[in-house]
Structures are given as structure tokens and as C-alpha cells.
């Protein structure tokens, strides 16, 4: 190895130590510091190495997001909760390594914080016959797969993700954390509620825990649910799915507090949407990066800030786990019913265009006091509700800023020769309260 590439690897391998001593250097004057109270990012499912289907891929993505989030008032730490590389490939870590390398994704005079990175499936995919990707990912890294920190006087534990393998494959990720990491994430949790009582004990784990938070339905794991649940004071942040933060169950607090970070590669959709709304297009999916700012405040409070990094938006309202961290407190459970429903304004009607036997359905969107998830679009005949032909539409919410105002709906060739139609559109919360419907006027197909 030569000396400049010596120097490098160095470098890198030391980085974590060395973002935390840069931490005493001085803040630019026009951005707030944090004096003595936590404040830290959480981003995951980077993908480094995955192609995109529309040409914008992790090398623009992540230090799109990474500006976006360094860009606010200074974090203590950034936490990439797993999914780093599509694969864990030796060239994904490269570019991964290049990004978080790169020092001008911080504003000018700002310390670089240190970052905490942990492994998610993909992470193992590229070593499904040979080698071990767990040391792999501390060479490449200079990192420990498990971490346990303080910061400013309050406890972090990340633990990543550790399939077994039988007849050289993975076993399915959702049987993951296995009995050491459970070990450890179990010795933590005890250490940090015994040095620590009275505060939150933040916990990064790639797959969510089963049957919490937006995702966790079906991309969630048991393993470690019995660990957690003995702690009202954790905070969970957990990405695989994808799904979006915008989603006001993305939060959810039950004996514990569960919170979905989103991902920067592409947002997700339930099953359940897929049957019930149909696919969204790959553009509209792949213009979603998004992430986290978690603030603990001086009242005890955890604020939590999610940012569309795509838009370099904040998605308002921002989440308050509120103190006493002991559960007493917990507002955002499953007992949410979201309503009201989401309503149109008074007069809004759908156009329909028709084409001989096909036409496109278009209306503007509903208002709700969170979000408007989707709208169901259905044909039926006049002076019925029965369905005769139905379709989907997502309100794109997960665009911000750029959420359309007006969306369409197109029916191809529709057999209803001669029939008195009209289209009839119903908005949808993100608990399936339904607005009442719109109707469009009469119209006759070929
Ligand atoms: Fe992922």
C-alpha cells in the first residue's frame, strides 16, 4: 500500500473519533447551537449501488439529504439505521465511504458530526455464499456492527441486523437480531435505564419492531419486541420499509415508542395499498428521500423533526414524546381514529374526457387534517353506487410542495356500451376514513 492510500484508509478508519473531537470546534455564528441537550439526525435505506429506475441514484440522493439535515442548526450525531448498500459490495462501500467523507456536505465551519452506521439485509446480500459481511462492514467502517454512546448525558443503542445462514443462503431477515445482539441489546437497555432514569433511551434497528409503527405490519420482527417492551422510556427509530414519514402512524406508541425514519433510496406502499389503490409510478416513488431531526428539549420532551430531503421541506407537525418517559404520557397510540374524514371543497366535482370506449377521470384533491392517502375512483351507472369499473389514485402526499393539485384516473376500454355513467371519486385518510363522494355530470361511453 502506498503512503497516500495508507493515509486515507487511515483516515477513514479513524473518522468517528475524529468528527467527535471536531465537535468542540466552533459553530458558525448564524446557526443555533445545541448547548447541553441532544439533538441528532436519523436517515436509512441509502441503497448505495442500487440503480435507480429514473436515472437520480444514492450518489445524488444522500448528499442531497446530508446537506438537507446538515444545513439546520448543528447535530451531535448523524445515525444511518441500516440498508447502507444494496448489496455490501466493495464498490457500494466505496461510494458510500466517498459521501459521508465528503466534508463540503457541511456547511462552512460547522464540526462534522460523528456518524453511527448499522448493517440491514441488503447489507448481506453480496455474501450469501462466502465470507463475513459483519467484518467486512467494521474494515470498512471503523465501526463496531453493535454500538452503545452518550451523548450529552443520554444513552444510544445501535444494533444491526445479524441473519444466520443455512445451506449458504440468509435466512429471512425477519427472523433477524439473533441471540448476541439480543444479549447486548438487553445488557444495554438495563445499563441505560440503571445511569439514566427518567430519560429516553434512543434505540437504531433496521427492521422495525412487529406490529408498532407505520410498516412494522408487515416488515416488522418479533425478536426483539419482549426486549423493548419492558422499557417505556425507549425510542425505536427503524427504516426497511420505506414507507413514508409523512404518514401520521409513522409514530406510534404502545409500551414502547416506535418511530419509521422513511429512506432516502424510494418510498414505500403497504400490500394492502397495492390491492386497494393500485401501484404508484416509479417516478413518483423515486422523488421521495427523506429523514429525521430528533431535538430533546429542555422540558424533557423529545421533538421530533421530519424533513422531505428531496425538497429540503419540513413536514409539519413536528412529533412530541412527551415526558415523564414511563408511558403515561403516550398520545400517539393506536387508539388514533384520524377523524374527521377528509372533505372536498364545496362544489368540487370531477371532469371526465371520453375516448370511444375509454375515458380519464380527473378531480382536484380533498383537504384532511393530516394527510389524504388515496382516492378510490369507481363508474357506476345514474342513480346508483355500485361499482361498475374501479380505480385508484395515491394523493402523492409524499411529494410535499409538489403534491399535485389536480390528479386523473384513466379507465381503458370500458364495455359499458350506452350506459348512463358517472365517475365517483372518494378521498381516503390514513385511516381509511372516507370522504363523502364527488360526482361527475352524466356521461356515455362507445
Ligand atoms: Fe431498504
Same mark, same amino acid.
Given at each position: 500500500?502506498?503512503k497516500?492510500?495508507?493515509l486515507?484508509?487511515t483516515?477513514f478508519?479513524?473518522a468517528a473519533?475524529l468528527?467527535?473531537?471536531a465537535?468542540?470546534a466552533?459553530p458558525?455564528?448564524n446557526?443555533v447551537p445545541?448547548?447541553?441537550?441532544?439533538r441528532?439526525a436519523?436517515i436509512?435505506?441509502t441503497h +448505495?449501488? &442500487? *440503480?435507480?429506475?429514473?436515472g437520480i441514484?444514492a450518489?445524488?440522493?444522500?448528499p442531497?439529504?446530508?446537506?438537507?439535515?446538515?444545513?439546520?442548526?448543528? $447535530?451531535?450525531?448523524?445515525f444511518?439505521?441500516?440498508?447502507?448498500?444494496d448489496?455490501g459490495?466493495?464498490?457500494?462501500y466505496?461510494?458510500?465511504?466517498?459521501v459521508f467523507?465528503d466534508?463540503t456536505?457541511?456547511p462552512h465551519k460547522?464540526?462534522?458530526? @460523528?456518524?453511527?452506521?448499522?448493517?440491514g439485509?441488503h447489507?448481506?446480500?453480496? +455474501?450469501?455464499r462466502?465470507?463475513d459481511?459483519?467484518?467486512?462492514?467494521?474494515?470498512?467502517?471503523?465501526q463496531?456492527?453493535n454500538?452503545y454512546a452518550v451523548?450529552?448525558?443520554?444513552?444510544?443503542?445501535?444494533?444491526?441486523l445479524?441473519p444466520?445462514? &443455512?445451506g449458504?443462503?440468509?435466512?429471512?431477515p425477519?427472523?433477524?437480531?439473533? =441471540?448476541p445482539?439480543?444479549?447486548?441489546l438487553?445488557e444495554k437497555?438495563? /445499563?441505560?435505564?440503571?445511569d439514566f432514569?427518567?430519560k @429516553?433511551?434512543? $434505540?437504531?434497528?433496521?427492521?422495525?419492531p412487529?406490529?408498532t409503527c407505520?410498516?412494522s405490519v408487515?416488515w416488522?420482527?418479533k425478536?426483539i419486541?419482549?426486549?423493548?417492551?419492558?422499557y417505556?422510556q $425507549?425510542i425505536t427509530?427503524s427504516?426497511?420499509?420505506h414507507?413514508? $414519514?409523512g404518514h401520521?402512524r409513522?409514530?406510534q406508541q404502545? *409500551?414502547f415508542?416506535a418511530?419509521?425514519?422513511g429512506?432516502?433510496a424510494?418510498t414505500?406502499y403497504?400490500?394492502y395499498?397495492? *390491492?386497494?389503490v393500485?401501484?404508484p409510478?416509479d417516478?413518483?416513488?423515486?422523488r421521495v428521500t427523506?429523514?429525521?431531526?430528533v431535538?430533546?428539549?429542555?422540558?424533557?420532551?423529545v421533538?421530533i423533526?421530519?424533513?422531505?430531503?428531496?425538497?429540503?421541506e419540513?413536514?409539519?407537525p413536528?412529533?412530541? /414524546?412527551? =415526558? @415523564?418517559?414511563?408511558?403515561?404520557?403516550f398520545t400517539?397510540?393506536?387508539?388514533?381514529?384520524?377523524l374527521?374524514?377528509? =372533505?372536498f371543497?364545496?362544489?368540487?366535482k370531477?371532469?371526465?374526457?371520453?375516448?370511444g370506449d375509454?375515458c380519464?377521470?380527473a378531480?382536484?384533491?380533498a383537504?384532511d387534517d393530516e394527510?389524504?392517502?388515496n382516492?378510490i375512483?369507481?363508474?357506476v351507472?345514474?342513480?346508483?353506487?355500485k361499482?361498475?369499473k374501479?380505480?385508484g389514485?395515491?394523493s402523492?402526499?409524499?411529494w410535499?410542495?409538489e403534491m399535485p393539485?389536480q390528479?386523473? /384516473?384513466?379507465f381503458? *376500454?370500458?364495455?359499458l356500451p350506452?350506459?348512463k355513467?358517472?365517475a365517483?371519486v372518494?378521498?381516503?385518510?390514513?385511516?381509511?376514513?372516507?370522504?363523502a363522494?364527488?360526482?361527475s355530470d /352524466?356521461f356515455?361511453?362507445?
Amino acid at each position: 500500500m502506498d503512503k497516500r492510500a495508507f493515509l486515507k484508509k487511515t483516515l477513514f478508519l479513524t473518522a468517528a473519533p475524529l468528527f467527535a473531537r471536531a465537535l468542540n470546534a466552533k459553530p458558525a455564528p448564524n446557526i443555533v447551537p445545541t448547548p447541553t441537550l441532544p439533538r441528532f439526525a436519523v436517515i436509512s435505506d441509502t441503497h +448505495f449501488g &442500487r *440503480k435507480s429506475k429514473v436515472g437520480i441514484d444514492a450518489m445524488v440522493k444522500v448528499p442531497r439529504t446530508l446537506k438537507t439535515l446538515f444545513s439546520k442548526a448543528p $447535530v451531535d450525531a448523524l445515525f444511518v439505521v441500516g440498508d447502507l448498500t444494496d448489496n455490501g459490495r466493495p464498490d457500494e462501500y466505496r461510494q458510500l465511504r466517498s459521501v459521508f467523507g465528503d466534508r463540503t456536505l457541511v456547511p462552512h465551519k460547522l464540526p462534522v458530526p @460523528p456518524f453511527y452506521f448499522m448493517m440491514g439485509n441488503h447489507d448481506y446480500h453480496h +455474501f450469501s455464499r462466502d465470507g463475513d459481511p459483519a467484518k467486512y462492514f467494521t474494515e470498512q467502517l471503523g465501526q463496531e456492527i453493535n454500538q452503545y454512546a452518550v451523548i450529552k448525558g443520554y444513552p444510544f443503542i445501535t444494533i444491526s441486523l445479524t441473519p444466520t445462514r &443455512r445451506g449458504g443462503k440468509w435466512t429471512d431477515p425477519k427472523n433477524c437480531y439473533d =441471540a448476541p445482539i439480543r444479549k447486548f441489546l438487553a445488557e444495554k437497555l438495563e /445499563v441505560a435505564s440503571r445511569d439514566f432514569p427518567g430519560k @429516553p433511551i434512543f $434505540v437504531f434497528c433496521h427492521i422495525p419492531p412487529s406490529n408498532t409503527c407505520y410498516g412494522s405490519v408487515s416488515w416488522g420482527m418479533k425478536t426483539i419486541n419482549s426486549i423493548l417492551e419492558k422499557y417505556p422510556q $425507549v425510542i425505536t427509530f427503524s427504516g426497511h420499509s420505506h414507507f413514508p $414519514v409523512g404518514h401520521p402512524r409513522s409514530i406510534q406508541q404502545g *409500551k414502547f415508542t416506535a418511530v419509521n425514519d422513511g429512506s432516502v433510496a424510494y418510498t414505500g406502499y403497504e400490500d394492502y395499498d397495492l *390491492k386497494h389503490v393500485g401501484k404508484p409510478t416509479d417516478a413518483e416513488v423515486e422523488r421521495v428521500t427523506e429523514g429525521l431531526i430528533v431535538n430533546v428539549l429542555g422540558n424533557g420532551d423529545v421533538e421530533i423533526e421530519r424533513w422531505d430531503t428531496f425538497r429540503d421541506e419540513e413536514i409539519l407537525p413536528r412529533w412530541l /414524546v412527551k =415526558a @415523564p418517559h414511563d408511558g403515561s404520557r403516550f398520545t400517539h397510540t393506536k387508539e388514533r381514529k384520524g377523524l374527521p374524514a377528509p =372533505a372536498f371543497a364545496k362544489g368540487a366535482k370531477p371532469s371526465v374526457t371520453v375516448s370511444g370506449d375509454s375515458c380519464t377521470v380527473a378531480f382536484p384533491q380533498a383537504k384532511d387534517d393530516e394527510i389524504v392517502l388515496n382516492y378510490i375512483v369507481t363508474l357506476v351507472e345514474e342513480g346508483s353506487a355500485k361499482a361498475l369499473k374501479r380505480s385508484g389514485k395515491y394523493s402523492q402526499f409524499y411529494w410535499n410542495s409538489e403534491m399535485p393539485g389536480q390528479l386523473s /384516473v384513466s379507465f381503458a *376500454k370500458v364495455a359499458l356500451p350506452g350506459k348512463k355513467l358517472i365517475a365517483r371519486v372518494i378521498a381516503e385518510d390514513a385511516y381509511r376514513n372516507k370522504s363523502a363522494p364527488i360526482l361527475s355530470d /352524466v356521461f356515455t361511453l362507445g
